[in-house]
């Protein structure tokens, strides 16, 4: 079994900045692609941006130029940092990691709330 554990959401003003972290724990033999993806009440959750094991990033092009995601390999653990908020940015943000143990497996963090005022 695998645990996805986030951290850094709040409440922050428009304009201001957080950093969300995510750390995958349990049985691991290698996490591949990890992600963020967020959900805003009353809509689908969408992708954030994402980051393979190498490195290569993918991102949403509502986020491109103010959100950087990054890792450490070491750690298991990815990154986001969000830069100039917008009140369209509240919403709860998902981690999400390929693992690969016995076989690729898709694991969920439980979600962190990130709200942005106005």
């Known amino acids: 079994q695998v645990q996805l554990v986030e951290s850094g959401g709040g409440l922050v003003q428009a304009g201001g900045s957080l950093r969300l972290s995510c750390a995958a724990s349990g049985s691991i033999f290698r996490v591949n692609v990890m992600g963020w993806y967020r959900q805003a009440p009353g809509k689908q959750r969408e992708l954030v941006a994402d980051?393979?094991?190498?490195?290569?990033?993918n991102y949403a092009d509502s986020v491109t130029g103010r959100f950087t995601i990054s890792r450490d390999n070491a750690k298991n653990t990815v990154y986001l940092q969000m830069n100039s908020l917008k009140p369209e940015d509240t919403a709860v943000y998902y981690c999400?990691?390929?693992?690969?143990?016995?076989?690729?497996?898709?694991?969920w963090g439980q979600g962190t709330q990130v709200t942005v005022s106005s």
């Open positions: 980051i393979a094991r190498g490195g290569s990033t």
């Open positions: 999400n990691a390929d693992v690969l143990f016995n076989r690729s497996t898709k694991y």
